[in-house]
Structure formats: C-alpha cells, structure tokens
C-alpha cells in the first residue's frame, strides 16, 4: 500500500471519530490485526451514530448529513478514503447503529491485486478531480 494514501485515510477517518465521539463524550478505539499478510484495521467510535437511511450515502462526494454539525465541511473526506482505498485495491465498510457507535473497516492486502503504480501526488489529484500534471 501506499503509506502516504494510507495515513490520509486513517487521518480522515480518525479525525470524524474523534470529532462524533466529542459530541457525547465518547470512545474511539482503533484496532489492527494481521492474518499472514493482509491487516484489518478497524476505527470504532462510541459517538451518536449513523441514521440507517444515511449509510447509502455517506461515501458520496458533498454528501453532508442533516442532522451533523458538519456546516462550513466540504463533504469529500469519506469519498478521498473510498477511492484512496479502491486505488489499493481495497473497499471500507462502515457498520452503525442510529442509537449510538460506528465502525469503519478495511484491508490492506499484501499484494493489491492490479495495484497502480502511479505516485501518491497524482493519485490525489485524480481522486480529487484536478489535471494531471
């Protein structure tokens, strides 16, 4: 994997959990297992949750939840995760209960089948939508 795809991801996911987690005073717990190869790393955040209607949406360029205090936020961080972690040749999938907690997940395989080899900052570009150079 890339290492600087990665730490944008985990900086993206990290920042929401804390951030939701604030809100109730909650926990956020990061997990990394590795099973002869591939590594799982999991961010759970005991915050307010995601209404079960908004999942769908939620990886979505601009999508903003109505009922989130994300006002002034651009509503790209979970869309740059998804397409940094297609790019790896790896998918997120996020678990969440409206009552309270969500869970992001994904893998990191040893070879990313397909991988591309093209460096990080072009890959932010594209991800982002910008010319290449």
Avoid: K, M, W
């Avoid at 769908?56 to 995760?81: K, T, W």
């Avoid at 990191?108 to 982002?128: K, M, N, Y």
């Amino acid at each position: 994997a890339d290492a600087d795809l990665i730490e944008r991801v985990l900086e993206n996911l990290l920042d929401n959990a804390i951030r939701y987690a604030a809100t109730v005073r909650g926990v956020v717990d990061v997990a990394v297992e590795s099973d002869g190869g591939d590594v799982e790393i999991r961010i759970r955040d005991t915050g307010p949750g995601i209404p079960p209607e908004e999942l769908p949406q939620i990886f979505d360029r601009f999508y903003s939840s109505e009922s989130s205090n994300d006002h002034g936020r651009a509503g790209l961080g979970l869309a740059i995760v998804r397409r940094i972690l297609q790019l790896q040749g790896s998918e997120i999938v996020v678990e969440s209960s409206a009552s309270g907690g969500t869970t992001f997940r994904f893998r990191l395989h040893q070879e990313a089948p397909g991988a591309d080899l093209t460096t990080s900052e072009e890959r932010l570009a594209e991800i982002r939508g910008e010319p290449s150079l």
